[in-house]
């Protein structure tokens, strides 16, 4: 069990929204992940936190945002929702930034729908 | 060219049978090679890794990479129902400021049939 959640589930929203997914880290987990799967591909690297701070992002736009917690939770935010932007938002926890493959867990994702 | 290409499939084959995956990459930077196995409506989740060049093995499963020809590969043994699931290879790349990401291919979506 990997110990990492993710809220809500599923989500439906209208082109223009702006939404927030959660993620609880597993314990001990200082660093969190987030990457954007479309349907039919492999995920996406969006951007990455380590104690609080982002230190690597991937090819999006800055209307992808994140926070991460003192607790390590995080949060991304998706500002002017486009149809495109509807996938499974996956994210994972490692215990540091130089992610040993073994150490991180992905959670079992958002999916999110844009109409 | 994507840094990171991988045959989507899909692929069925019986029960028993020994499966062969396949990635081609692109970037001589990437360092760890993975594969993950993710089922329908879930994360993916870790299979094997490796470092170098060469063969790991880990019960039904070998992870195989090539580096000189950029190529890494997972077989499958004698094949169950229950690996019907998509497979994704992953390679580990810098992303700067300290931190790492993965690159995945497409991912393969497999079927055994009992």
């Not at chain 1, 591909?41 to 701070?53: D, M």
């Not at chain 1, 002017?80 to 509807?86: K, V």
């Not at chain 1, 991180?104 to 109409?115: D, I, M, N, S």
């Not at chain 2, 300290?98 to 690159?103: A, C, V």
Request: contains cysteine; aromatic residues 14%; proline residues 6%.
């Amino acid at each position: 069990e990997t110990g990492v959640t993710q809220s809500p589930t599923h989500l439906i929203k209208t082109r223009g929204q702006q939404v927030t997914l959660r993620c609880s880290s597993q314990s001990g987990h200082n660093t969190v992940s987030w990457y954007q799967q479309a349907l039919g591909q492999g995920p996406q690297f969006i951007f990455q936190y380590y104690r609080e701070e982002e230190n690597g992002r991937g090819n999006f736009p800055p209307r992808f945002s994140g926070l991460q917690f003192p607790n390590y939770s995080s949060e991304l935010n998706v500002n002017a929702l486009e149809l495109d932007d509807s996938a499974l938002y996956l994210c994972a926890s490692s215990p540091g930034s130089f992610l040993s493959p073994y150490e991180q867990y992905f959670g079992p994702g958002t999916r999110l729908t844009v109409t | 060219q994507k840094e990171v290409e991988q045959d989507p499939g899909p692929l069925s084959v019986p029960e028993g049978a020994i499966v062969s995956l396949n990635c081609t990459y692109s970037n001589s930077a990437f360092q760890y090679f993975m594969w993950y196995r993710q089922y329908s409506r879930k994360g993916p989740e870790l299979l094997m890794y490796t470092y170098s060049s060469g063969n790991k093995e880990d019960g039904r499963f070998t992870a195989q990479v090539d580096k000189s020809s950029k190529y890494i590969s997972l077989f499958i043994r004698d094949s169950q129902p229950s690996d019907s699931a998509t497979y994704l290879c992953a390679m580990r790349g810098y992303s700067g400021a300290g931190s790492y990401q993965l690159t995945f291919g497409k991912g393969t979506k497999l079927s055994v049939i009992p």
